[in-house]
């Protein structure tokens, strides 16, 4: 079905640039153009490139139709928009490496069509060549990253992965690839537009790419949030271009699926894999991801603190601040930005510091590293920090590395410590007294991380349930709420604190104004002060709570006609 069923006059979002792209070969000349592949010069093209190929030309990248010539490269590069003034934040640049590529690209020409074929020499689409023109790859780096250091992976891809000249130009895809485990919840944005507007008639969509790490509470905080005023909510975990660290892809979607299944709106929680290339660029990468979005139909993006962040070469709210640059409107997209989620154990809620006043002291943080660092430990985290469900595909999707001689992994444990469980350094325990000498980072082991956690598993809830019962206890005029035994505790220990009074008072009367012994006898001043302590103690201990001092609570004591302001009847 093409594009022509989506009119998106009707519909409250519109694809970037007004159109959505499709450079799909229809069927009916697909034969045809796989054989005239064949004949045409080749140029073979790597994994990371097909499945931009791909989304090039089924519309994820619109209004782009091909790679960029010149003018658009320089012009993203310098300005994060198209040479025609419309945001893009990223170049789509086609440099093939290799001898055997070089020579291709030599007997190329404007006009030219070029086959690209993947690892089988099979034709994945034609390039029609509009422009060749050769670049500077460290002036591509320090524009697109900000850095030429080699050890950040988006510059290191541009030295591995890219050959000095890049073609330009309009790309017809012949074949997809098979997605294997996703194929079958695969959506390419036509799919999405007709879904959210056709067939559920939604009026507005938020959209959530997210990475490395399988689903966490904070990712389900900005979810819910979002989901009470906007209809959909499309889920896109990325599932390509992983680091060998991170959660493996098949396992972070069953995460999502299994979660989905029993915490989720069935028919407004939408799960659909994004097949895309990592591209390491931070804020750059946020924008994109967010233009994406847009061409999937979603009327609002969500942007979690630190989207598409790389380590430390970005500040920490970089991808928040970058979108001061544009104006709502030529955006096309609402961004909905959120503060990092933690989940707070006086409220008893997940927050942010916008909405949560209490400090660390009774914090867990949802770090997605951190989470990521303690599955590979082989410790569940708390529930209030990932749901079981989720820990449960997680675990075995990520693999312990580092491992020492002694078989005993080699882990930054203090790292894990300080993000997830940031009062364990300075508090004694969740919610307690401040330490002494706060734990010195070099000096924590596995050890510290079970206790950390241990102590959030079993105490999380205590905190609040125990300030509730603490105001229960006095304010419940319906005494039957209140355990018996409570009751009688206090009961007990008035009476038998008045009978070592009563004792003392008895000793007081006895006393000599100077003992004869120190070791046999006290002296009247110190069976003084003996008494007067266990009297504060008595003064201590909360009072019961009996018929006649509820009954001094009762000011109101009309008849209930009267109380209704029947004053006639």
């Given at each position: 079905m093409g594009h022509a069923a989506l009119n998106f006059d009707k519909h409250p979002q519109q694809p970037h640039g007004g159109t959505l792209i499709n450079q799909v070969v229809p069927a009916e000349k697909l034969q045809a153009g796989i054989e005239r592949a064949r004949t045409l010069p080749s140029i073979r093209v790597d994994l990371e490139a097909v499945i931009t190929i791909e989304m090039i030309t089924t519309g994820v990248l619109s209004p782009n139709k091909g790679f960029m010539n010149r003018a658009d490269y320089e012009s993203v590069l310098a300005t994060g928009r198209l040479s025609n003034g419309l945001i893009w934040p990223v170049p789509l640049s086609f440099a093939p490496v290799g001898e055997r590529n070089r020579e291709v690209i030599r007997s190329l020409s404007v006009g030219s069509d070029v086959a690209l074929?993947?690892?089988?020499?099979?034709?994945?689409?034609?390039?029609?060549?509009?422009?060749i023109f050769d670049y500077d790859k460290k002036e591509r780096a320090r524009q697109l990253f900000g850095t030429t250091d080699r050890n950040h992976p988006g510059v290191d891809a541009i030295f591995r992965r890219m050959g000095d000249t890049s073609l330009g130009g309009t790309l017809h895809l012949l074949q997809r690839v098979d997605w294997g485990p996703f194929e079958k919840l695969r959506r390419e944005p036509k799919d999405t537009w007709r879904l959210f507007y056709e067939e559920r008639k939604f009026k507005s969509v938020a959209g959530f790419i997210t990475g490395a790490n399988p689903l966490h509470r904070g990712h389900e905080y900005i979810h819910r949030n979002a989901l009470e005023g906007i209809d959909g909510l499309l889920l896109q975990p990325l599932v390509e271009m992983a680091k060998r660290e991170y959660v493996r892809h098949e396992y972070r979607m069953q995460a999502y699926r299994n979660v989905l299944d029993t915490y989720y709106p069935k028919d407004r929680a939408i799960l659909s894999?994004?097949?895309?290339?990592?591209?390491?660029?931070?804020?750059?990468?946020?924008?994109?991801?967010?233009?994406i979005m847009k061409n999937y139909g979603c009327t609002h993006a969500l942007i979690g603190r630190d989207h598409a962040g790389i380590g430390s070469y970005y500040d920490k709210y970089a991808s928040h601040n970058i979108f001061d640059q544009f104006s709502p409107g030529e955006l096309g997209i609402e961004i909905r930005l959120f503060h990092e989620v933690f989940y707070c154990t006086r409220c008893s809620s997940h927050a942010t510091t916008e909405t949560c006043p209490h400090d660390?002291?009774?914090?867990?943080?949802?770090?997605?590293?951190?989470?990521?660092?303690?599955?590979?430990?082989?410790?569940v985290p708390p529930k209030e920090v990932v749901r079981p469900e989720s820990a449960l595909a997680g675990m075995q999707g990520v693999q312990p590395k580092g491992l020492?001689?002694?078989?005993?992994?080699t882990l930054p444990v203090a790292k894990v410590i300080q993000s997830m469980f940031p009062f364990y350094t300075h508090y004694t325990r969740l919610g307690g007294a401040p330490r002494k000498l706060p734990l010195p980072a070099d000096s924590l082991t596995v050890r510290d991380l079970e206790l950390a956690c241990h102590d959030a598993r079993t105490h999380a809830g205590d905190i609040y349930a125990e300030?509730?019962?603490?105001?229960?206890?006095?304010?419940?005029?319906?005494?039957?709420?209140?355990?018996s035994w409570g009751t009688e505790a206090r009961a007990a220990l008035r009476l038998q604190q008045e009978r070592l009074i009563s004792d003392l008072e008895e000793k007081l009367r006895q006393a000599p104004n100077q003992a004869s012994d120190e070791f046999m006898y006290q002296d009247k001043t110190e069976v003084e002060q003996e008494l007067a302590s266990a009297r504060n103690l008595l003064n201590d201990i909360p009072s019961t709570i009996d018929e006649q001092r509820l009954q001094t609570r009762t000011w109101n004591v009309l008849p209930y006609k009267r109380y209704r302001g029947a004053d006639e009847d």
């Open positions: 074929t993947d690892s089988h020499n099979e034709p994945v689409a034609i390039l029609s060549v509009e422009d894999p994004l097949r895309v290339t990592y591209i390491f660029a931070g804020p750059r990468e946020t924008v994109l991801h967010a233009l660390e002291r009774y914090r867990l943080n949802i770090s997605g590293t951190g989470i990521r660092e303690m599955l590979r430990h082989g410790i020492g001689e002694d078989g005993e992994g300030v509730y019962a603490e105001y229960s206890a006095v304010v419940d005029h319906n005494r039957n709420l209140q355990p």
